[in-house]
């Protein structure tokens, strides 16, 4: 249903399917860079999570927003709310089990091992924090300093004079560093 | 502020500035090194699978639903001969593993016992067991 200030489901619909490639691109990029920082769902699993959140109105899609923004805040909330099941649920995700025994015994409980394809660097890589980050860039002076600047919420030409650089090196850092997230 | 707090809200600043950079930079940056027809079709298609998925869902929930409502409230048709279903219900009573109170059979109607009989033998066959 669609009212003054969110969009209706075919409203929305229709909304995704005018967005550019540029966006799809840029979406494609922000679920790389969320899937490697946060949580072990996949880059794709975090966009089609979001797409299915909004396409089924669970998730409002304020009517005034550009629909790229709409689409990354959708996939942030997946992934941190994926994040938080990931740490405070009883069940650990990243491990799966096989069932060892197909008699159930009430007093032994069922008899499992787990298979964990999940590595511990994995684990270190995702855990939420900027070092899943600088760890990207670590062979990389350069994209480091961009990492820092943007960490501390500062960029564009703010972040070229911070850094002491002209502004074509800054555009061509990003540059970079945005291939880098995106080839994930 | 705690090292990991602090080091989690930088994470946050990140993906904040980095969102702000990806919007301020061109299309055509953004779009370097891609096929904007390839990104276009692989958008529709993840538009449709999200769409097939939500049908999916939506399709097992309704599921789940009418097979929750067919065992409550959907009249039982039987076959079965009304004494063999209370004899099988007398020899499932001395199951240990069932739990019926014996002397309620005798009290019970004819179309209960079906009822009881057809759902308990559908019960032993979904877990493996036989009548």
């Given at each position: 249903?669609?009212?003054?200030t969110?969009?209706?489901?075919?409203?929305?619909?229709?909304?995704l399917?005018?967005?550019?490639?540029?966006?799809?691109?840029?979406?494609?990029?922000?679920a790389?860079?969320?899937?490697?920082?946060?949580?072990?769902?996949t880059?794709?699993?975090?966009?089609q999570?979001?797409?299915?959140?909004?396409?089924s109105?669970?998730?409002?899609?304020?009517?005034?927003?550009?629909s790229?923004?709409v689409?990354?805040?959708a996939?942030?909330?997946?992934?941190?709310?994926?994040?938080?099941?990931?740490?405070?649920?009883?069940?650990?995700?990243?491990?799966?089990?096989?069932?060892?025994?197909?008699?159930y015994?009430e007093?032994?409980?069922?008899?499992?091992?787990?298979i964990?394809?999940v590595?511990?660097?994995?684990?270190?890589?995702?855990?939420?924090?900027?070092?899943?980050?600088?760890?990207?860039?670590e062979?990389?002076?350069?994209?480091?300093?961009?990492?820092?600047?943007?960490s501390?919420?500062?960029?564009?030409?703010?972040?070229?004079?911070?850094?002491?650089?002209?502004?074509?090196?800054?555009?061509?850092?990003r540059?970079?560093?945005?291939?880098?997230?995106?080839?994930l | 502020?705690?090292?990991?707090?602090?080091?989690?809200?930088?994470?946050?600043?990140?993906?904040?500035t980095?969102?702000?950079?990806?919007?301020?930079?061109?299309?055509?940056?953004?779009?370097?090194?891609?096929?904007?027809?390839?990104?276009?079709?692989?958008?529709?298609?993840?538009i449709?699978?999200?769409?097939?998925?939500?049908?999916?869902?939506?399709?097992?929930?309704?599921?789940?639903?009418?097979?929750?409502?067919?065992?409550s409230?959907?009249?039982?048709?039987?076959?079965?001969?009304?004494?063999?279903?209370?004899?099988?219900?007398?020899?499932?009573?001395?199951?240990?593993?069932?739990?019926i109170a014996?002397?309620s059979?005798?009290e019970?109607?004819?179309?209960?016992?079906?009822?009881?009989?057809?759902?308990?033998?559908?019960?032993?066959?979904?877990t493996?067991?036989?009548?």
């Open positions: 249903m669609s009212d003054e969110s969009l209706s489901k075919s409203e929305v619909e229709a909304a399917t005018q967005m550019s490639p540029a966006d799809w691109k840029r979406i494609k990029i922000k790389r860079t969320y899937s490697k920082a946060l949580t072990y769902l880059a794709d699993d975090i966009i999570e979001a797409l299915i959140s909004l396409l109105g669970d998730r409002v899609w304020p009517r005034s927003a550009r790229v923004i689409v990354i805040n996939m942030h909330s997946e992934a941190s709310n994926c994040r938080e099941r990931e740490q405070s649920g009883a069940i650990d995700h990243r491990v799966d089990i096989s069932v060892l025994s197909q008699q015994d007093d032994a409980g069922t008899l499992v091992m787990p964990n394809e590595t511990p660097e994995r684990i270190v890589e995702s855990r939420g924090d900027i070092e899943a980050i600088e760890r990207l860039v062979n990389d002076e350069e994209l480091q300093d961009v990492v820092l600047v943007w501390l919420g500062i960029r564009g030409k703010d972040a070229a004079i911070e850094l002491g650089w002209e502004m074509n090196k800054y555009e061509a850092a540059k970079r560093l945005t291939r880098l997230l995106e080839s | 502020m705690t090292d990991t707090t602090h080091k989690q809200d930088e994470l946050r600043k990140f993906f904040k980095q969102l702000e950079e990806l919007l301020e930079m061109s299309d055509e940056e953004i779009l370097e090194g891609s096929d904007p027809e390839v990104l276009k079709i692989e958008g529709m298609a993840m449709a699978a999200a769409k097939a998925k939500i049908g999916g869902r939506r399709m097992a929930a309704a599921k789940a639903a009418m097979a929750t409502r067919k065992v409230t959907s009249p039982i048709i039987s076959t079965v001969n009304i004494d063999e279903a209370r004899a099988y219900l007398q020899a499932a009573a001395n199951d240990s593993r069932i739990t014996a002397r059979l005798g019970m109607s004819d179309a209960d016992i079906i009822r009881m009989y057809t759902q308990l033998n559908k019960l032993q066959q979904d493996g067991g036989s009548k």
